[in-house]
T-cell receptor, first 108, second 114 residues
Framework: DAKTTQPPSMDCAEGRAANLPCNHS???????VYWYRQIHSQGPQYIIH???NNETNEMASLIITEDRKSSTLILPHATLRDTAVYYC?????????FGAGTRLTVKP | KAGVTQTPRYLIKTRGQQVTLSCSPI?????VSWYQQTPGQGLQFLFE???????NKGNFPGRFSGRQFSNSRSEMNVSTLELGDSALYLC?????????????FGQGTRLTVV
């Protein structure tokens, strides 16, 4: 079973920041938080991951709370192509337990 | 570099038949994982292979099996197909480092059982 909880859906205006929350209250000390997204029936695409520090790459930023029980994925300037299902995963080796994810719809 | 390649992309089989799906990982990646995605159950982990050995296994019946070859290419087999096996089957490859790295997914094989 997935160890994360995400809202089922969110909307975001094009050009604005999209903030996607994730709860992982039972996370263990050595478990990483990973984010993937899946655009209609394609394979999931890696976005970012982190352990306890905030992380940023060319796609997004990941903010992890100090107690590590929740995190937020930030897409700084959402575009229509960011419309997808976003999965937050607490990773136990290569057995990734996907939840239902958040369906993000970016609107013009 | 080339991504993860899955073949075939689409497949139609009849109940009771068996099917073999193929996955070629990114060059240098030695870990290959398989997932099943259905509208009702979402993405579910099937199994992971590393160095030709199954390292992890999800909660699927024995009809689902896999193997990995010395060049890291992997196949999964489903025997005695059921209608409920209709799904998108995805494989992912990754570097087997101590600190987990990202897994890269293929485009999947869409299997339809009729």
């Amino acid at each position: 079973d997935a160890k994360t909880t995400q809202p089922p859906s969110m909307d975001c205006a094009e050009g604005r920041a999209a903030n996607l929350p994730c709860n992982h209250s039972t996370i263990s000390g050595n478990e990483y938080v990973y984010w993937y997204r899946q655009i209609h029936s394609q394979g999931p695409q890696y976005i970012i991951h982190g352990l306890k520090n905030n992380e940023t790459n060319e796609m997004a930023s990941l903010i992890i709370t100090e107690d590590r029980k929740s995190s937020t994925l930030i897409l700084p300037h959402a575009t229509l192509r960011d419309t997808a299902v976003y999965y937050c995963i607490v990773r136990v080796d290569n057995d990734m337990r996907f939840g239902a994810g958040t369906r993000l719809t970016v609107k013009p | 570099k080339a991504g993860v390649t899955q073949t075939p992309r689409y497949l139609i089989k009849t109940r009771g038949q068996q099917v073999t799906l193929s996955c070629s990982p990114i060059s240098g990646h030695r870990s290959v994982s398989w997932y099943q995605q259905t509208p009702g159950q979402g993405l579910q982990f099937l199994f992971e292979y590393f160095s030709e050995t199954q390292r992890n296994k999800g909660n699927f019946p024995g009809r689902f099996s896999g193997r990995q070859f010395s060049n890291s290419r992997s196949e999964m087999n489903v025997s005695t197909l059921e209608l409920g096996d209709s799904a998108l089957y995805l494989c992912a490859s990754s570097l087997p480092t101590v600190q987990y790295t990202e897994a890269f997914f293929g485009q999947g094989t869409r299997l339809t059982v009729v």
